[in-house]
């Protein structure tokens, strides 16, 4: 099911291979859609949405917002996490949490600002 011009519910489904959560905000859709015009590039969801139980096994916090369908973790080929989180913090200054990692970059729609690095 399409979701947005480049996403689909099936991207953002929880990856533990035993559920079926595949919840999604609409805003978390809206703000990965406006980074993906904005690169140019596919995003891939490394993770969404996750069960309780899957959240545990990654070692997510118990309020995770992965569990509501409100977070994505993703990466873009060939492009710095540095360049993505950037972009994100630069767009929206006083909202979501934006985590920066090595190798991804975490999105939720908090509503609050919330920043930190893994």
């Known amino acids: 099911m399409k979701l947005s011009k480049n996403f689909s519910r099936a991207e953002f489904k929880c ?4 559920c079926d959560y595949d919840t999604v ?9 406006s980074l993906r015009d904005y690169i140019g590039l596919p995003i891939l969801v490394t993770s969404g949405n996750r069960c309780p139980a ?19 973790d993703i ?3 060939d492009v710095s996490p540095l360049v993505i989180q950037g972009y994100l913090k630069s767009a929206y200054p006083n909202k979501f949490g934006i985590g920066s990692y090595a190798l991804f970059t975490h999105i939720d729609t908090r509503t609050k600002a919330g920043r930190w690095d893994g």
């Open 15 to 18: 990856k533990c291979g035993k």
């Open 75 to 77: 990466q873009i080929q």
């Open 25 to 33: 905000d609409a805003e978390l859709i809206t703000v990965l859609q």
């Open 54 to 72: 899957h959240n545990s096994d990654v070692g997510g916090s118990k309020g995770s917002y992965h569990i509501r369908g409100r977070a994505a």
